[in-house]
Structure formats: structure tokens, C-alpha cells
Antibody
């Protein structure tokens, strides 16, 4: 069974940094396009960033470009998201998600989420 | 950025009713549209991808249709576990975008 497990969420102050991890089991990460999607309290879903399978091209929402960095550690089968210059509006549950094989960027496997709170 | 507009915001129905959810895109996404279901406190679950392909484990009462800018998710006969929030999402162009959601609630 494929599972994704996020970690790293925390309460931080504005301007600080954080690194989120998403550990995968039952799947070889490198084969699939992966993304981070967030959900602010009481709000809808917002795509944040993605990394393609294979060559690992990266993509970002305008709201996080230049502040967040997505990467993967293939040796550990882990997806990473480095968050910097955090703002109050970055407060959300952050989900990692795996794409459907052959249909990149439609997400069939999701983690349970990790909570990031940005507040002074 | 492609804006996805879902309607209605809330759908009040009874178990056994037919549910019809709409998603309209601000420009064509071809057939690159997915639907997700989210229960309170849980991660989203893929229901339909590429307009009409049921995801693994999606019951046959769920169907999707459309192309270009207008899409529909139909639930043929609502079961108790179908009452949830549904989101559409396009993968046609960057950035990926989600609709604002339709809540299907028990009448």
C-alpha cells in the first residue's frame, strides 16, 4: 500500500523558516510527479509547488515563488519543501500528493497533512 | 491563471437523490480536469481525473463529463458517505488551480 507521511509543521514567527518532509512508502518517488497543496483554516485547496518525475523540473505558485523551494531526496524516498520568509497568510495544513501514473498533476495519493502556523 | 468557478456553493439533498455539481473554467482546459472529495478533518480524495476517468475505488454512481470550459460531476444516487465538499482542479496549465468547492449537505 502506498502511503505518504508529512512532518515538520510547527508554530513559527513571521519571517522565519521551516522545512517540511513527506516520506513515501510503497512507491518509488522518482517515477512520479509530486506536489504540495495547502489549505488555510476554513478555506479551500491551494496548489503550492510541484516537481516532475524523472528530471525533476520544479513549479511554484506565484504566492510562494522565491520563498519556497521544493526538492526530493531519492535515496530516502522523501519529498521536501523549504519554506522561508514565512507570512501569516502561509498558515495552513500542508499536504503532499502523488500524481496518477501517466496523468501528471492529478493527485491520487495524499498524506494526512502537517500544520504550519505563522504568528507572532 | 485559469480560474475555476464551482456552483452551487452548497447543495442540500437527501440520500438517494441525484447530485449535479458544476465547474466552469475561465479558459479551456481541454479534458484535464479532476474532482476531489474532502470529508471534514481529512485529506482530499481523488474521485475523477481527466474529466471522466474514475479513480481506483470510486463507485460507479460517480460520473464526470464536459470539455473545454464546462464540466459536471454527477452522483447518481447519494449515499450517506457522499456528503462532503467537492473540489475541481485543472492540470492544463501553470499554475495548477482548484475551484472554491461545492458542499453537498444533507437536507
Amino acid at each position: 500500500e502506498v502511503q505518504l507521511l508529512e512532518s515538520g509543521g510547527d508554530l513559527v514567527q513571521p519571517g522565519e523558516s521551516l522545512r517540511l518532509s513527506c516520506a513515501a512508502s510503497g512507491v518509488t518517488f522518482r517515477t512520479y510527479a509530486m506536489s504540495w497543496v495547502r489549505q488555510a483554516p476554513g478555506k479551500g485547496l491551494e496548489w503550492v509547488s510541484g516537481i516532475s518525475g524523472g528530471a525533476g523540473s520544479t513549479f511554484y505558485a506565484d504566492s510562494v515563488r522565491g520563498r519556497f523551494t521544493i526538492s526530493r531526496d531519492s535515496s530516502k524516498n522523501t519529498l521536501l519543501l523549504q519554506l522561508s520568509s514565512l507570512r501569516a497568510e502561509d498558515t495552513a495544513v500542508y499536504y503532499c500528493a502523488r500524481s496518477v501514473y501517466g496523468f501528471p498533476w492529478a493527485f491520487d495519493i495524499w498524506g494526512q497533512g502537517t500544520v504550519v502556523t505563522v504568528s507572532s | 491563471e485559469i480560474v475555476l468557478t464551482q456552483s452551487p456553493a452548497t447543495l442540500s439533498l437527501s440520500p438517494g437523490d441525484r447530485a449535479t455539481l458544476s465547474c466552469r473554467a475561465s479558459e479551456s482546459v481541454s479534458t484535464s480536469l479532476a474532482w476531489y472529495q474532502q470529508q471534514p478533518g481529512q485529506a482530499p480524495r481523488l474521485v475523477i481525473y481527466d474529466t471522466s476517468h474514475r479513480a481506483t475505488g470510486t463507485p460507479a454512481r460517480f460520473s464526470g463529463s464536459g470539455s473545454g470550459t464546462d464540466f459536471t460531476l454527477t452522483i447518481g444516487s447519494l449515499e450517506p458517505e457522499d456528503f462532503a465538499v467537492y473540489y475541481c482542479q485543472q492540470r492544463s496549465s501553470w499554475p495548477l488551480t482548484f475551484g472554491g468547492g461545492t458542499k453537498v449537505e444533507i437536507k
